[in-house]
């Protein structure tokens, strides 16, 4: 398992969002900074909390240019139904390979039941890594304010 440090490039990911074509990162998010967020299920009230966080601050994210996207290992039904229910307006993907996602990028893994622990990654506007927040466990998260106000910071002191 290799983690993922600043500067590093972030791997190709492929997404498979329930309500929309397949992405591939981190060229989807290409051009602006990013939030690539791994979570472990529908189930986790961390991880529910979090995702609507997220889409609660989409205001401030879109203003400050900042995508988002997260995956699970749920199916497309549970996923879709997490969507709708929260009313998710970025891209979240379902039926993560999660020991695949772990070799690439890091992730600890669960293994009975099989889930990604919480991951977060903040992308450069070239798909380098700016953050990583790795969880062994069900608390440790990237949270709204702090990516708004790191992106902020590193726009300001880009030179």
Known sequence: MTLLHPGDPFP???VEPSDAPAIDLPDHLHGRFGV????RGAWCPY?????RAFGHAADELRQNDI?????SVDDEATTAKLIAEHRLAFPVGHSADARAIADRTGAFVNAEPLHLQSTGFVLDPVGR???SVYSSG???RLVPSDVVGMVRYLREHAG
């Not at 690539?36 to 979570?39: A, C, D, G």
């Not at 991880?47 to 995702?51: E, G, I, S």
Request: with cysteine; net charge positive; proline share 0%.
């Open 12 to 14: 190709h990911l492929r």
């Open 67 to 71: 995508g988002v996207v997260a995956m």
């Open 47 to 51: 991880c529910v909390a979090q995702l």
């Open 129 to 131: 890594v700016a953050v």
């Open 36 to 39: 690539v967020l791994f979570f």
């Open 138 to 140: 069900a608390i440790g």
